[in-house]
């Protein structure tokens, strides 16, 4: 057990000595940042300019933003909190304000579109939000109603002041008012629900507040008013019930009892099975919504309606139709529907046919449900995407008083894509990538041509003949581009260098010299893959798999880079849905996206965990091990050969899990049939802590250096164990006196726990990160209300026990364990280490602080041999001294300005260069850059003055001649003398 | 002459290029007046040697009889000649110092070059001490004194921390131990 102990050191540290020691990113090389706000949950076109070019969207992920409609960048953006209490619940828009409703309820917001600034901000009172409006009179709109469950209030549109606020008459325990409406006549109306009872309408007046009515409908078969209710026209509230296949309709301005009108009666049918729901419309909030309507009848089938004097018209039948949505330009009202353009084959049949098919957009007047001449817009459907399942409108008037559109389709796929006529996509934004959720960086092939090559080559070739021809092709082929890289290069050096373009395309994806290029493969919740292009952040192939369940655990792994040539790379992506347990293999080509010719095993047993080994098969792809939840093990790819070797390995292959629901971390042991046999056990009571998380060393992490070198020049070997795992465990218990954090170091072969450290008085979330000899974790506190950090790391001593070979199952002598703890300024939300080929440049610590710097910390501040009294000896070694507080310093932030927000993991790879290191944050927003911990030691420098280099070469060289031959001249004439 | 500055002409040919190049016409009184040709031919063109006179002093043959004594000082000069350096590389020790630096790793190399230069040339030594009768005896010291001198400069080196001599120095060749079990796994998923 370890404690911290915190002693001020006497001496300010000259920490400007150590400055110079601290890598910094090149300015010059641009990292790549990518914003996004999210799934849109609402949207709205900004119309009171007609020129406008902005759209504004609230999304899930609690952010509100603008975005340009000519090129889908972000104007501004406001990132909320995370989680409820930053949940936007509503989006009015008038004018040139956006009244947004925040955390349930609790903030009324109203933002200025422009330019992206506050108005104003209230806190409403408590009470969960139902529903907002905005209330108009005389044309003009003045208020903001707000419906909670018990209250209603009114407030002014301009500076957000409550008008008034009244309680909601309540009769029954179950009462609940849903929705709140006003059609522009000076009264609001609270719409509640007993559910399968009667409807309760209370209508206010906009002045005082005061009840004007109330009216009591017996409703028997309505539940919730928002999913099956509208208000159209004049105050006529219509509904729609899937029971009795009818209509509900009653006049919110007369006290009557509703009338049904079968759906039948209008000639229309519902499918089976389907809840009917009413679109309706209202443009502008001090006028009464208008008396056109729709009602979806099917998944494809939408009918346009009119209200009129007191009886439904029907206008139009849209079937198939996959979107309707009203929109209103000046004085006009169109409705926009989407069809799949090849109507005779229902899109819900196959579905791989209908994601390759377009889809046609047309405009419709909404009064008589006529087509617009001159409407039609293609919208071609990615392959790789999702289905429809918005439609967003901007109409607008032409100079001929026509009326134009553009949409904005959100996909399934969380995609935005913005059409403008004929179908040309003007610009679309991947919101998946909002929510990256595991990502891998892959080396690219070395030319566009091999990677073709490839395609070639994965037949098997029979015969020793044709397998030299394939070689000898092949070859001729890597030659042939070999001579045309070779020409493009002296073609292109002719050229100025801003001529050469550099798009990068799938085709002309190449590995630079320094491998700093890489394909990063990334994961999303959403369920869809991406392949992006490190350097620029194209997005290069993209894939969405559907029936993704929204709770599934991802897990990617590299099977095959691309280093094996003529086998295309690898990778294979674990999704498990945590309902039921089953997992499915998606195995795939890193570069190109596409899905991979070999089928992989189905998995009828829930999987527990996965194991990449090390093993690879005559394809040179690794072995993965599934383990199910009867311990047994199945392989993937599971060939003659790779059971066969796996039979060889058995006895040397482990693996651990770790239940937290059960506070369990097991070792088991595989057998050479497969099967697995438990090998140690340990539990971790629940009632008094948990396991937050369980973290090894990356498998491909190099340490190069075996031990640290002391200030007398001996050598302090240090435990690097590859198969150690940190364990954090938290209490249950919360309070601030009693809470505690726990670091359980484990071998995970034996199960011999190597060292345990327990933080009194700490809590979570614990960040950490496990690697060589050491593990530096981050923790809150609760004595000293602060951050601290604390390291800890392992030395076996001044021998080594076993130079050659490392066994966990012989090691006698348990480590030497030294820890230190420091006070870090900032809360942080993530924590990764550098990364480098070969291990040799000092290790850096990825710090991702809620404010949206990356701070990248060097290590050496983390080291628990900081003495607190400075030697001879310590300052031979290089240490800084012991200060309890670990500073932050701006020069240490690697993106400078460019905030990343929420950072949610930080992913680091080696690259070519020993000391480089590429860094990708994800978060809300995508970063990418390279980082130099120790500075670009094999690089030379940008300013490298080659010309004077080699012309002080070249002349030291003819002067050699020269004087050469002078010299001989001179002994020539000596030898005359 | 025609000079219109009534300067002679064998005057404004002693001056520099540029006077040179600012006269209009010059007349050369007497051949091989000019410094160039003078100095080109100086020594061989007019002067012809009798047959037989060379120009270099011829050095005396004539063997003088000397003290025997002063051949044996003579080697033993040679012979001490290592030894009666090394107070002065004592010296200049001193003053470069531990650091590593461009001077001291010069001095170093040096002291260090020396001394093995010398025993190299171990033959040529002997070859100069042969005429003296206590060769042996002198070969020896000179050997010991070489020696002594490469001793100090190793004790330089180490003293400076250049000789391999600790383990840290050998951290680098380590190789990372080969790993005997694959463990692997992590949360229930």
Redesign the interface.
């Known amino acids: 057990m370890a404690c911290c102990s915190f002693s001020v050191s006497s001496k300010a540290i000259k920490v400007n000595i150590y400055q110079s020691l601290v890598g910094q990113v090149d300015p010059k090389e641009t990292p790549m940042r990518q914003q996004y706000v999210g799934k849109v949950r609402f949207a709205h076109f900004d119309m009171h300019v007609q020129s406008s070019k902005k759209v504004l969207v609230a999304t899930e992920k609690n952010v509100f933003a603008s975005l340009n409609t000519r090129t889908g960048e972000v104007y501004w953006r406001h990132v909320d909190k995370t989680g409820p209490e930053g949940n936007i619940d509503a989006l009015l828009m008038h004018g040139q304000d956006a009244v947004l409703v925040v955390g349930n309820g609790r903030l009324l917001r109203s933002w200025d579109i422009n330019i992206g600034g506050l108005n104003w901000e209230i806190v409403l009172d408590s009470g969960s939000f139902q529903s907002a409006c905005f209330v108009g009179q005389q044309d003009s709109v003045k208020y903001v109603a707000v419906l909670k469950k018990s209250a209603v209030s009114l407030h002014y549109l301009s500076n957000g002041h409550q008008k008034w606020v009244e309680n909601l008459p309540e009769r029954y325990v179950i009462h609940r008012y849903q929705a709140v409406y006003s059609g522009g006549n000076g009264e609001v109306y609270t719409l509640g629900v007993v559910p399968h009872s009667h409807i309760t309408i209370v209508a206010y007046s906009v002045e005082d507040g005061e009840i004007i009515k109330q009216i009591s409908v017996d409703a028997p078969w309505l539940s919730n008013i928002q999913a099956s209710c509208a208000v159209v026209g004049q105050g006529m509230l219509i509904c729609a019930d899937p029971a009795t296949v009818s209509l509900y309709m009653l006049d919110l301005n007369v006290q009557s009892q509703m009338t049904q009108i079968p759906l039948q009666s209008l000639g229309l049918e519902v499918s089976p099975g389907f809840q009917p729901t009413v679109v309706s419309t209202q443009p502008n909030p001090a006028r009464p919504p208008h008396s056109e309507f729709f009602v979806q009848l099917g998944p494809d089938h939408y009918q346009l309606l009119q209200l009129n004097n007191g009886q439904i018209v029907a206008l139009r039948d849209f079937k198939p139709a996959m979107l309707v949505s009203f929109a209103t330009t000046g004085e006009k009202t169109v409705a926009a529907v989407m069809a799949p353009k090849n109507k005779t084959v229902s899109y819900f049949e196959d579905t791989h046919s209908f994601l390759s098919r377009a889809c046609s957009l047309n405009l419709f007047s909404a009064e008589s449900g006529r087509r617009l001449l001159d409407t039609t817009l293609i919208f071609n459907m990615d392959p790789n995407g999702g289905k429809p399942e918005k439609l967003y409108v901007q109409a607008f008037l032409k100079k001929d008083d026509s009326v134009g559109y553009r949409v904005m389709v959100q996909t399934e796929d969380h995609t935005l894509t913005f059409i403008q006529q004929p179908g040309r996509v003007m610009w679309t934004r991947e919101e998946a990538l909002s929510d990256v959720v595991t990502m891998e960086m892959v080396d690219l092939p070395l030319t566009g041509t091999q990677a073709e090559l490839e395609g070639e080559f994965g037949k098997k070739a029979d015969g020793l003949l044709s397998m030299v021809l394939k070689r000898l092709s092949s070859q001729l082929i890597l030659l042939q581009a070999w001579i045309a890289h070779l020409w493009k290069l002296f073609y292109d050096a002719r050229k100025p260098r801003s001529q050469v373009k550099n798009d990068v395309t799938i085709e002309n994806l190449s590995r630079d010299e320094f491998n700093l290029q890489k394909m990063m493969v990334m994961v999303t919740a959403s369920g869809k893959l991406f392949g992006i292009d490190s350097k620029t952040g194209t997005i290069l192939w993209r894939h969405y798999l559907d029936n993704i369940p929204s709770n599934a655990a991802f897990k990617l792994m590299v099977q095959r880079t691309t280093a094996h040539f003529p086998h295309p790379p690898q990778c294979t992506l674990l999704i498990k849905d945590k309902d039921t347990g089953l997992a499915t293999l998606h195995v795939f080509n890193p570069i190109f996206g596409r899905k991979s010719h070999i089928t992989p095993p189905a998995l009828p047993q829930p999987i527990l965990q996965s194991l990449l080994l090390p093993l690879m098969d005559q394809d040179y792809a690794k072995v993965l091990l599934l383990v199910d939840d009867q311990y047994k093990v199945s392989a993937f790819p599971s060939t003659k050969n790779v059971l066969q070797q796996l039979q060889e390995m058995a006895s040397s292959i482990f693996f651990y899990l770790v239940d937290s629901s059960q506070g369990r971390l097991s070792g088991y042991r595989l057998r050479t049939d497969l099967s697995t046999e438990m090998i140690w056990e340990v539990i971790i009571p629940t009632e008094v802590q948990r396991i937050v998380s369980v973290k090894g060393k990356r498998p491909n992490e190099h340490v190069h250096s075996q031990g640290r070198v002391m200030g007398d020049r001996s050598v302090l070997y240090k435990y690097l164990n590859p198969n150690l795992l940190a364990v954090v465990t938290e209490s249950t218990d919360l309070h601030q006196e009693r809470s505690f954090v726990g670091i359980l170091l484990i071998d995970g072969v034996t199960g011999r726990i190597i060292h345990e450290a327990v933080q009194r008085k700490a809590r979570g979330p614990v960040h950490l990160v496990h690697s060589e000899n050491w593990v530096v974790y981050e923790y809150w506190s609760t004595k000293s209300r602060r951050n601290e950090f604390s390291v800890l790391e392992l030395y076996e001593g001044m021998e080594l026990y076993n130079s050659t070979v490392f066994s966990s199952l012989d090691r006698p002598h348990p480590p030497q364990v030294l820890q230190q703890s420091y006070i870090f300024p900032s809360s942080i939300s993530t924590l990764e280490a550098t990364l480098t080929e070969k291990g040799i440049t000092s290790r850096h610590l990825l710090v991702g602080l809620p404010s949206g710097a990356i701070l990248s910390l060097p290590k050496m501040f983390l080291d628990p041999r900081r003495p607190e009294i400075v030697s001879e000896q310590s300052r031979e070694e290089n240490l800084i001294p012991y200060s309890p507080e670990m500073p932050i310093r701006t020069e240490w932030f690697i993106n400078y300005n460019q905030t990343v927000s929420r950072v949610r993991g930080i992913y680091t790879a080696p690259s070519g260069l020993e000391s480089t290191c590429l860094v990708v944050a994800y978060g809300l927003d995508i970063y990418q850059t390279r980082v130099y911990p120790s500075k670009q030691f094999d690089v030379l420098k940008d300013d490298y003055d080659y010309m004077l280099i080699s012309s002080v070469l070249f002349a030291l060289f003819f002067a050699t001649m020269i004087s050469k031959r002078l010299a001989e001249v001179k002994l020539l004439n000596r030898a005359w003398r | 002459m025609a000079s219109p500055g009534g300067q002679g002409g064998g005057a404004l040919s002693t001056r520099g290029g540029c006077g040179v190049r600012r006269m209009k016409w010059a007349l050369e009184l007497s051949l091989g007046n000019t410094r160039s040709r003078s100095d080109r031919q100086g020594g061989q063109g007019d002067v012809v040697y009798p047959i037989g006179y060379s120009e270099k002093p011829v050095p005396d043959t004539s063997i003088q009889e000397t003290d025997k004594n002063l051949v044996e000082k003579r080697c033993w000069d040679v012979a001490l000649g290592p030894l009666k350096q090394i107070p002065m590389n004592l010296f200049i020790m001193y003053m470069s110092g531990n650091t590593i630096s461009i001077f001291p790793i010069m001095m170093v190399c040096m002291m260090a070059w020396r001394p093995i230069q010398a025993l190299m040339s171990m033959s040529a030594t002997f070859k100069l001490l042969e005429s003296s009768s206590q060769q042996w005896l002198q070969g020896l010291v000179y050997l010991v004194g070489n020696l002594l001198g490469s001793a100090l400069a190793i004790y330089k080196c180490q003293s400076m921390?250049l000789l391999p001599t600790?383990?840290?120095?050998w951290?680098?060749f380590?190789?990372?131990?080969?790993?005997?079990?694959?463990?692997?796994?992590?949360?229930?998923?």
């Open positions: 921390g600790h383990s840290s120095d951290l680098a380590i190789e990372p131990p080969q790993r005997m079990e694959i463990m692997g796994g992590g949360m229930v998923l």
